[in-house]
């Protein structure tokens, strides 16, 4: 975030400090299903006003200074800022987004130094471009490698939705000169967000699929770009040329979660927004074993296979 739009006065409180993504690592029960300890980074999309603005930064600027200088890449000004900017006077953030997320990273990678390793980087819309810029830092500066063995390197994907484009052609030489690094873009193939910026580049491999197609949206065309119905579309593309048919058993409820998205054929008992609601609401939606969501009210409750989807 650049510093004319942040308060520049000592913070007692979190001040301008903004959740926007996590790190986490596979558990021991984890591992064992999936044959690996993965380190997770997930970036969220945009949020608010603020980041809104961000996103309009469309300016390049130089990104060598944590890529290489070789290319000197130029990425998109208000993300590479936004991840990188640090508020030393933050009593609880004083650190930029990347000092913290690299730090995390070292820590597990050191803690786990020899088991087998992968790193995954997630995000949507803005969090999909910091994600990528994110992936491309970590294997750069070598926070894929223990400390203390430079030689061992553990492979970084990141698979991100609806990803804009980050960067020049200076970028994309740089990503595409590195090993262990490999990024997925999912776009939605109406989806306008993943077309700009204009005159960017988009680095790594697409997968296109094509949500208007599903017949559990109400309205497609003006939900294109959220990501539970990403989501939903990945569940059930069947390829641009297919059809849409549901080959993963994903939660329909999950669709409304912050929008009004599923079709009149869905049960109506599925509130809309029901994640950003009154609490009243909230607290009348709750979460199986399975992962699944359920509406907890009356005969409903009852009905599991009905709340459920």
Not at 40 to 51: H, Y
Not at 63 to 82: M, T
Not at 212 to 238: C, F, I, M, R, W
Not at 268 to 292: P, R, Y
Request: charged content about 25%; aromatic content about 8%.
């Amino acid at each position: 975030m650049s510093e004319n739009t942040l308060a520049k006065e000592p913070k007692n409180s979190a001040g301008n400090s903004k959740w926007i993504g996590f790190v986490a690592v596979t558990t021991d029960e984890g591992m064992e299903v999936l044959g690996r300890r993965d380190i997770l980074i997930s970036w969220r999309g945009t949020l608010g006003t603020v980041e809104a603005l961000i996103d309009l930064k469309f300016g390049k600027v130089p990104a060598s200074e944590i890529l290489d200088k070789e290319n000197d890449p130029q990425v998109h000004e208000g993300w590479y800022n936004y991840y990188t900017w640090s508020e030393p006077s933050s009593k609880y953030n004083p650190t930029s987004s990347r000092d913290q997320v690299l730090a995390a990273v070292r820590e597990l990678v050191d803690q786990y130094k020899d088991e087998e390793i992968s790193i995954t980087v997630t995000g949507h819309s803005m969090g999909a471009a910091i994600g990528t810029l994110n992936a491309t830092d970590i294997v750069v500066n070598g926070y894929n490698k223990p400390k203390d063995q430079p030689n061992k390197t553990f492979p970084v994907t990141a698979i991100v939705f609806a990803s804009p484009r980050l960067g020049d052609e200076g970028f994309l030489n740089c990503f595409s000169n590195l090993k262990n690094l490999n990024v997925l873009r999912v776009t939605n193939d109406q989806d306008p967000v993943p077309n700009l910026p204009p005159k960017y580049e988009h680095v790594g491999q697409e997968l296109v699929i094509d949500t208007t197609k599903s017949e559990y949206l109400k309205d497609p065309e003006n939900t294109l770009h959220e990501l539970e119905v990403y989501l939903h579309g990945v569940a059930g593309t069947q390829g641009v040329a297919g059809g849409f048919k549901l080959e993963v058993a994903r939660d329909l409820t999950l669709v409304n979660k912050t929008i009004d998205g599923l079709s009149d054929k869905v049960p109506s008992h599925i509130f809309v927004k029901w994640w950003t609601e009154k609490v009243e609401k909230k607290m009348g939606m709750a979460q199986l074993d399975d992962g699944s969501w359920v509406f907890l009210d009356g005969e409903i409750a009852e009905d599991n296979e009905v709340a459920k989807l």
